[in-house]
């Protein structure tokens, strides 16, 4: 079965960066978009960003763009989420999430805490 | 940004009596491949996002058939026939038709 696995979370200082890693089982990772949706505690989902299946279109948020980078490596069955100058209010569960126009597979999350 | 308004905001719910959800849409949710990608979450307590519909009415594997999605334009709706204690939980609608993907603010479910 599907399964997505996010790792890489962790307490982090505002202007401080971290790299996330989902990595993906129980489907052939490179036929899919892949996507990272993100949840402020106590809040709704916010699409972050989504990647194609080949890696050759890429599309962010505004509120993340220029500071986040995705990416994958499809021989690794890995998405990855590269996320620099952390603002408090990126304080959130981050989701790896199968399709793009419908994330119909979501991984367990995984929360960073962005805090001084 | 497409703005997604979902409606009540809070349900209290009778065990074994229907409850409705409303999405509505400011802009047509029609893709250029002929697709409208309206999509359903069920998110229960301490859990990840759960798919229950995509493209409006098509029912994810495993959701029960007590459950149904409809709609069009810019009007969609969630609908249980009959509420079970496991359908207790956030519901979220989401559009994935026009970049940047947007969800409702959340109906929550609780028990009467």
């Known amino acids: 079965q599907v399964q997505l696995v996010e790792s890489g979370g962790d307490l982090v200082k505002p202007g401080g960066s971290l790299r996330l890693s989902c990595a993906a089982s129980?489907?052939?990772?490179?036929?899919?978009?892949m996507s990272w949706i993100r949840q402020a505690p106590g809040k709704g989902p916010e699409w972050v960003s989504y990647?194609?299946?080949?890696?050759?279109?890429?599309y962010y948020a505004d509120s993340v763009k220029g500071r986040f980078t995705i990416s994958r490596d499809n021989a690794k069955n890995s998405l990855f989420l590269q996320m620099n100058s952390l603002r408090v209010d990126d304080t959130a569960f981050y989701y790896c999430?199968?399709?793009?126009?419908?994330?119909?597979?979501w991984g367990q999350g995984t929360l960073v805490t962005v805090s001084s | 940004d497409v703005v997604m308004t979902q409606s009540p905001l809070s349900l209290p719910v009778t065990l074994g009596q229907p409850a409705s959800i409303s999405c509505r849409s400011n802009?047509?949710?029609?893709?250029?491949?002929?697709?409208?990608?309206l999509n359903w979450f069920q998110q229960r307590p301490g859990q990840s996002p759960r798919r229950l519909f995509y493209?409006?009415?098509n029912r994810d594997s495993g959701v029960p058939d007590r459950f149904s999605g409809y709609g069009s334009g810019t009007n969609f709706t969630l609908k249980i026939s009959r509420v079970e204690a496991e359908d207790i939980g956030v519901y979220y609608c989401?559009?994935?038709?026009?970049?940047?993907?947007?969800f409702g603010q959340g109906t929550k479910m609780e028990i009467k």
């Open positions: 802009q047509s949710l029609l893709y250029s491949d002929g697709n409208i990608y």
């Open positions: 493209k409006v009415f």
């Open positions: 129980g489907f052939n990772f490179s036929d899919y978009y």
């Open positions: 989401m559009q994935g038709s026009h970049w940047p993907y947007t």
């Open positions: 990647i194609t299946n080949s890696g050759s279109a890429i």
């Open positions: 999430a199968r399709d793009h126009h419908g994330a119909s597979n």
